[in-house]
């Protein structure tokens, strides 16, 4: 196999920055990061919170985009005019599109999410790190994010696939 692994083949063992002879003492050690406290990788459950505080978020903006763009008059009659059912199917529609769009958005321009921003987190470049995220970076990293199983599959630095992909990691700061 070519030393040029694809984030496709998963996280290799030994971490793909990690040298057999010398196993990092922390996650991120490798990438430079310290240990702990402001640029240090983001744990696990503050990523997660983050995570639930982001999808809150666009909840929330369903929530109040159901307002104006709610169903119509013959939508609601086929959900026997419930409006409560009506709005169901609008967040089931919309969220997700809306978790996207934001979570692009928000790192493209602040280099966090509003979750990691609540959380004292944000998303930085690996071989950059004095550079913002750029544009693709964000939207891949989005994308992969919904899709759930990326963040879950981590490296021993504690990144995910979607993060690997990218070349980012999430740092406290």
């Not at 169901?88 to 599109?97: E, K, R």
Request: glycine share 14%; net charge neutral.
């Amino acid at each position: 196999m070519a030393d040029n692994r694809s984030w496709l083949e998963g996280p290799q063992v030994p971490g793909q920055y990690d040298n057999p002879e010398k196993v990092s003492k922390y996650a991120g050690e490798n990438l430079g990061l310290e240990k702990t406290g402001p640029g240090s990788i983001a744990s696990l459950g503050r990523r997660i919170g983050a995570l639930l505080l982001d999808w809150v978020v666009c909840m929330v903006i369903t929530g109040v985009l159901f307002l104006p763009f709610g169903p119509s008059g013959e939508q609601l009659d086929r959900f026997g005019g419930d409006t409560y059912m009506a709005f169901q199917n609008f967040s089931a529609i919309w969220t997700l599109p809306i978790f996207i769009i934001v979570g692009s958005l928000s790192v493209i321009l602040f280099s966090r999410t509003p979750g990691h921003m609540m959380l004292g987190m944000g998303v930085a470049r690996v071989d950059r790190p004095d550079q913002g995220v750029g544009i693709w970076r964000p939207i891949v990293r989005t994308v992969l994010t919904a899709f759930v199983l990326p963040p879950v599959v981590q490296d021993s630095d504690g990144r995910g696939m979607h993060d690997r992909a990218t070349g980012t990691v999430v740092i406290r700061g």
